[in-house]
């Protein structure tokens, strides 16, 4: 039996805290998410992904790193576990909870998950002016990858217990049920053009 970790408790926390009807996945012997969660007549499996590293992360002072590479590092990482929901024809997020930085921000900033789903943001100039801004390159979710996330999202502690957040992944084999999903989950619905 695993040890459960520090995420996955606060995750646990969050669905008592809201009433959400879920439960543990059994493990098995292949990769499976950690989690189902029932939405009215919905299930949604989720993966459950924690932040350890320091790298860059300077409590006192001045922090360096790339946007969104904690992120996309996480995404990496589940990839297994997600694919198995989408196998079955199941929606199934990503939810990435910082034990790094106790403001919840290094690293899991919104600009950190959509430059890691959706590229690092790009801007053209011509003549100094700007032509265009858009979403480029390092990419982790496109119409020919990672398909299976349906979203990745943001569990963070909060004086109250704890927040969810989901950014929708555009390119979801599975959407997730948006209306059936309760307020107490924050949506981020994308559009990029």
């Known amino acids: ?11 646990e926390d969050f669905c008592a805290q809201h009433h959400l009807d879920w439960k543990p996945i059994p ?6 998410p950690d989690y189902e969660l029932r939405f009215v007549n919905e299930v949604v499996h989720v993966e459950i992904e924690q932040i350890e590293s320091q790298r ?16 996309r590092h996480k995404i990496s990482e589940a990839r297994g576990q ?9 929606p199934a997020i990503l ?25 690092e943001l790009t801007v ?8 265009e801004s858009f979403h480029g390159r390092n990419a982790k979710l496109r119409n020919d990858a990672n398909t299976s996330f349906s979203g990745v999202g943001h569990l963070r502690r ?23 999903i309760p307020a ?6 994308i559009e990029v053009g």
């Open 1 to 11: 039996m695993t040890q459960q970790t520090e995420s996955e408790a606060l995750f």
């Open 27 to 32: 493990r098995g012997s292949g990769k499976t």
């Open 56 to 71: 860059g992360f300077n409590p006192g002072g001045v922090h360096t790193r790339t946007v969104g590479s904690h992120v």
């Open 82 to 90: 997600l694919q198995a929901a989408a196998k079955v024809g199941l």
């Open 158 to 180: 909060v004086a109250t217990g704890a927040e969810v957040k989901i950014f929708e992944n555009i390119y979801a084999s599975n959407p997730l049920p948006f209306a059936k």
């Open 95 to 119: 939810l990435i909870h910082n034990t790094v930085d106790p403001l919840q921000m290094f690293g899991t900033e919104t600009h950190d998950f959509l430059c890691a789903m959706y590229g």
């Open 124 to 131: 053209r100039i011509a003549n100094g002016q700007v032509r």
């Open 184 to 189: 107490c989950i924050e949506i981020v619905r």
